[in-house]
């Protein structure tokens, strides 16, 4: 059972583009959505992550929505730069399971100089 | 501060055959996770260990295994290779047991199963 969903599966940009990366999950318990960032040869790395208590959160260039009445979360990478060329996965996880993460299919961002 | 570590980063096997991976975890980490990444996709969760115990599984038949040693090391042994247990495994250390929180992963073992 896919219980966060993830689209889309691919994205190109331009160099200071907007890409929007969108999650959906099913699972009301869960209550941490991490977003990783992989690279090729690479394994995710923590990018940005959001407790369902706030409805946007922003570290830099990233930003997550958060619609708990919706159960959807997105990722916004503002400025975006051919160094964000990577794939981008959400997650979830729920309280005392923390680090048993719940994945997106990954979405792979491609972004032109 | 050492990152994650995981040996050995490629192997290939036989139908049938057994596997064991490794993995060290972050400087300071009591609690690893395993997960298994099929290509194009996204990570599995399969198990993690705290304090040497298996604490949460995920949808793995009983042939995936694991042991966690004293000084918070990690073994992933998988016995009855099939063909769709080629995958990339990936370790990941974190701190705080069952706690949310960063999961530091290692660059994965890939497995390729002939």
């Known amino acids: 059972q896919q219980q966060v969903k993830q689209s889309p599966q691919s994205l190109i940009v331009q160099k200071g583009g907007i890409p929007i990366i969108n999650c959906a999950y099913e699972?009301?318990?869960?209550?941490?959505f991490p977003w990783y960032q992989q690279f090729p040869g690479k394994g995710p790395a923590l990018l940005i992550a959001?407790?369902?208590?706030?409805s946007e959160k922003k570290e830099g260039r990233f930003t997550i929505s958060f619609n708990k009445s919706a159960k959807q979360f997105s990722l916004h990478i503002m400025d975006s730069q051919p160094g964000d060329s990577a794939t981008y996965f959400c997650?979830?996880?729920?309280?005392?399971?923390?680090?048993?993460?719940?994945f997106g299919e990954g979405t792979q961002l491609t972004v032109n100089p | 501060e050492t990152g994650v570590t995981q040996s050995p980063t490629h192997l290939i096997k036989t139908r049938g055959q057994q596997v064991t991976l490794r993995c060290s975890s972050q400087?300071?980490?009591?609690?690893v996770s395993w997960y298994q990444q099929a290509l194009g996709q996204g990570p599995q969760f399969i198990f993690q260990?705290?304090?040497?115990?298996?604490?949460g599984r995920g949808n793995f038949p009983p042939r995936f295994s694991g042991l966690q040693f004293p000084n918070y090391s990690s073994e992933l042994n998988v016995n009855a290779l099939e063909l769709d247990d080629s995958a990339l495994y990936l370790c990941?250390?974190?701190?705080?047991?069952?706690?949310?929180?960063?999961?530091?992963f290692g660059e994965g073992s890939r497995l390729t199963v002939l």
């Open positions: 959001i407790r369902p208590d706030v």
């Open positions: 400087s300071g980490h009591n609690t």
């Open positions: 260990y705290y304090r040497e115990e298996e604490n």
């Open positions: 699972n009301t318990a869960f209550d941490y």
């Open positions: 997650a979830a996880s729920k309280g005392a399971s923390g680090s048993r993460l719940t």
């Open positions: 990941a250390s974190s701190f705080g047991g069952a706690g949310p929180g960063e999961l530091f």
